[in-house]
């Protein structure tokens, strides 16, 4: 940054920040190239081609709770933080608070696509919108400066990076402790050979017996996916009526939500056994299950309808619910999105993950607003 630069800077610090630059008035020229040149974005850029960007923003105003823009919309413009604050979400989880003189939207500068995330106002906030055509048109221009403004976005990204690589490291040292806490588990057995086999409660300890092998191979493909140790993906020949009544009478059997309602398997046609992996696909049964359940409500049905044509092997669950606001639909198997006040939003993202990346067939919703919901599972035969 040149010495002349300093200096303009230094003149602009006393005459424009000295003047009131969060009133009610309209900001000027200035005063906009002023506040960009605060932000360690803008700051590599000269006072002339700050003016030329200033010339062509405009300013903001949100009130508390008010939408700046939702994941998945359309990207285009960076917001400059002026005053208020910013909340910035994925779903209903929160990922950063934004305050005055910083911003958000600075990857549809260089990529205006979608937006990762959405943006809404926490309290009275003020921003200045600079447009992807302005980067465009003035910002080019410096071809130094414009390489100092990436480096700056490619240092955000990389904390970000890391953040992501320290919370995956402690959830996988969290998996590694749960799974030491199974063997109090191993408990079930001791309990199961003291009874008689005709006992009631030998049933419930096989349940619990079963769940626990079922979770420590969970667990143990995580640790060894952290290890960089894959063993290959399994699918064998299964029959899927089977599979589906195994994981109603063994893993949803005391689920509070599944024993409210009404839960019918029904085939269509002869089944040939299908490959797949049991232990996965149980996984995708129960959390559509589980969700349909929740969505019926008390007293309400869940249809599991099966059947198989060209090659392809369908298992459909269907409830009696609202079924799935449109604006909604485009949203409901990205990872953290529900609509659940306690939903973690993981449970269709990992069914769609199991049943499009691992087993190459697909998950779609068919249901229709006020009619309830219906998700089809389609497994390759071969």
């Known amino acids: 940054m040149t010495a002349t630069w300093e200096g303009e800077k230094s003149v602009w610090k ?44 405009k300013v903001v105003e949100l009130q508390p709770g008010e939408t700046l823009f939702e994941y998945g919309s359309p990207g285009g413009s960076l917001y400059v933080v002026l005053e208020g604050q910013l909340e910035v979400a994925r779903g209903d989880r929160a990922i950063a608070i934004v305050g005055p003189s910083e911003y958000v939207g600075e990857l549809s500068l260089v990529d205006p ?9 926490i309290q009275s906030t003020r921003l200045i919108e600079v447009p992807q055509s302005v980067f465009e048109q003035y910002l080019r221009r410096e071809p130094e400066s414009l390489a100092a403004m990436m480096r700056t976005v490619a240092r955000r990204l990389r904390s970000m990076l890391d953040d992501t690589q320290r919370a995956y490291e402690q959830l996988h040292m969290q998996v590694h402790d749960m799974l030491n806490l199974l063997n109090v588990l191993n408990g079930a057995s001791l309990v ?130 609202p079924g799935v606001p449109v604006p909604l639909l485009p949203y409901i198997f990205e990872p953290r999105f529900s609509t659940k006040p306690q939903g973690t939003g993981l449970g269709l993202s990992s069914a769609r993950l199991i049943v499009e990346g691992l087993h190459g067939g697909k998950l779609s919703y068919r249901g229709s607003a006020g009619r309830g919901a219906k998700f089809i599972v389609e497994l390759p035969m071969s």
């Open 113 to 121: 696509g979608v937006r990762s995330a959405s943006v809404r106002a």
């Open 14 to 57: 006393r005459e424009v920040g000295a003047a009131n630059l969060c009133s009610k008035l309209k900001h000027s020229v200035e005063q906009v190239a002023y506040l960009l040149s605060r932000t360690d974005l803008f700051e590599p850029f000269t006072p002339f081609t700050l003016r030329l960007v200033a010339q062509n923003c």
């Open 192 to 321: 199961a050979d003291a009874l008689p086999q005709s006992d009631p409660s030998q049933r419930y300890l096989s349940m619990i017996l079963q769940a626990r092998d079922r979770l420590e191979e969970m667990m143990r493909s995580s640790l060894r996916r952290v290890r960089s140790q894959p063993l290959g993906y399994s699918r064998v020949p299964e029959d899927l009526v089977a599979l589906v009544e195994d994981t109603l009478r063994n893993d949803l059997a005391l689920h509070p939500d599944v024993r409210k309602v009404q839960v019918v398997v029904e085939r269509t046609g002869s089944l040939a056994a299908c490959p797949c992996n049991a232990r996965d696909l149980r996984r995708v049964i129960a959390n559509l299950v589980i969700n349909a359940a929740q969505a019926a409500g008390a007293d309400g049905l869940v249809r599991i309808r099966l059947w198989q044509e060209n090659g392809r092997a369908y298992i459909e669950v269907a409830d009696t619910g």
